[in-house]
């Protein structure tokens, strides 16, 4: 199953906001359609937003305006600008050339995926890896297989996979409803923890490895992620554990010097206050809710790309 693709002059994507109670594919026509779906995060992660982006120029048929917006959807991810730039960049060419740098983008992540899965499950040591994770960083989030996930794909497919602890991840609970779906149907041993649980099953003894997508990195290796990923990578680096940020070159931004330039996206309060429309909090009571912390390059282990292993 594909996350996001092309399909008959139509973007076709998952709507994750409805996993895993439901899996529905829309079918997207219109720029407007494809950025209330970003902001709404029916499509999200790094990898499948910079397909979303390129895709998105195609609807755009070379209107600048919307193109601009839709550069813009979401933040904190370079992918979703970085997308839309190699489409865009085509315009010149016509309508057919801007699909096909699109569907490059698309074919060039399903290869960087694959690529990763095997680089990252090379790294790591040992035959029965217990591996923590954050939010959500498999298919779901690229086109297929995934960032991190796609190396503990790897690791399972490879029989070394022992069990993989993953976050629930608050506010939107993307690893509960995401990452346990995804582990389920690729029938990998895995267990959901609450977030508070990390640093302590870190200390504990319990992780042999933290694998982490990411949506930007800063060009001296500082990385956002999903927030609770910092807490972990303080967590591993006092237990001695590795933590290792899977992800492609294209989330390597040159532009952004360290992580203190990172746009971090707030998402208001009703996330917080709120869970699937049940609000848990009173009425009137205020949130902050930034989306993405940032993890020092210094607490990092390793980058792994489809091209390379970086040492932070």
């Given amino acids: 199953m594909r996350t996001i693709d092309w399909v008959d002059g139509a973007v076709e994507l998952v709507d994750q906001t409805l996993l895993p109670d439901k899996c529905l594919v829309l079918r997207i026509h219109t720029v407007r359609e494809l950025v209330e779906a970003i902001r709404r995060l029916a499509v999200r992660g790094a990898p499948a937003l910079g397909v979303a982006g390129a895709l998105g120029v195609v609807l755009a048929d070379g209107d600048?305006?919307?193109?601009?917006?839709?550069?813009?959807?979401?933040?904190?991810?370079?992918?979703?600008?970085?997308?839309?730039d190699q489409a865009a960049a085509r315009l010149h060419e016509g309508r057919e050339a801007v699909l096909t740098a699109a569907l490059r983008v698309r074919d060039d992540d399903i290869a960087a995926c694959r690529a990763m899965g095997e680089r990252g499950a090379d790294l790591l040591e040992g035959d029965r890896l217990r591996v923590m994770t954050v939010c959500n960083s498999g298919g779901l989030a690229a086109v297929e297989r995934g960032t991190a996930l796609g190396v503990v794909q790897t690791l399972h497919e490879r029989g070394r996979l022992a069990e993989v602890l993953v976050l629930e991840t608050r506010p939107l609970l993307q690893g509960a409803r995401l990452t346990t779906w995804e582990l389920a149907r690729m029938e990998a041993p895995h267990r959901l923890i609450a977030d508070a649980a990390g640093p302590y099953l870190l200390a504990k003894g319990e992780v042999d490895?933290?694998?982490?997508?990411?949506d930007r990195i800063a060009a001296n290796g500082d990385t956002a992620n999903k927030i609770g990923s910092y807490a972990l990578a303080l967590g591993?680096?006092?237990?001695?554990?590795?933590?290792?940020?899977?992800?492609?070159?294209?989330?390597?931004?040159?532009?952004t010097p360290t992580g203190d330039h990172i746009e971090i996206e707030d998402r208001g309060a009703e996330e917080i206050v709120t869970v699937r429309g049940v609000r848990l909090a009173p009425e009137g009571t205020q949130a902050?809710?930034?989306?993405?912390?940032?993890?020092?390059?210094?607490?990092?282990?390793a980058i792994v790309t489809e091209r390379r292993v970086i040492r932070p």
């Fill in 64 to 84: 600048p305006e919307q193109i601009a917006e839709l550069r813009s959807a979401r933040p904190t991810a370079v992918n979703l600008a970085w997308g839309v």
């Fill in 209 to 214: 490895a933290v694998l982490i997508g990411a």
């Fill in 236 to 255: 591993a680096e006092r237990a001695g554990v590795p933590f290792v940020v899977v992800a492609p070159e294209s989330t390597i931004d040159p532009r």
């Fill in 288 to 301: 902050l809710n930034p989306a993405f912390d940032v993890t020092p390059h210094d607490l990092i282990t």
